[in-house]
């Protein structure tokens, strides 16, 4: 049997946040830093990002230099310095331990 993957999308970040907050204006944007999320990162951890350190789903265009360089939209998860400090760290153990299951 196989199982298709479905693509996570920004929109799926954003429905699943249960407290509806108000976009930031860009003035607003000064004190808030946004964590990259690495493309291939299992959907599950995105979701527990979001979910356990209240960060908002942003969507990044990067430019990545693989051969060529290629502009990506990458997701991104905007919040305080502390806690995307605390979920960078989270991110970087659950990462871990995915790779080694």
């Known amino acids: 049997m196989i199982t298709l993957t479905r693509k996570l999308t920004l929109e799926?970040?954003?429905?699943?946040?249960?407290?509806?907050e108000n976009k930031p204006e860009e003035q607003d944007l000064t004190d808030l830093y946004d964590l990259l999320i690495p493309p291939g990162t299992p959907s599950y951890i995105i979701y527990d990002l979001v979910e356990e350190f209240d960060l908002e789903p942003v969507e990044r265009k990067v430019n990545i230099q693989i051969v060529d360089t290629d502009e990506r939209e990458l997701i991104a998860l905007r919040g305080s310095l502390e806690v995307v400090r605390a979920a960078e760290k989270f991110l970087h153990e659950e990462l871990q331990a995915w790779i080694e299951s």
């Open 12 to 20: 799926d970040l954003e429905r699943s946040k249960t407290k509806k």
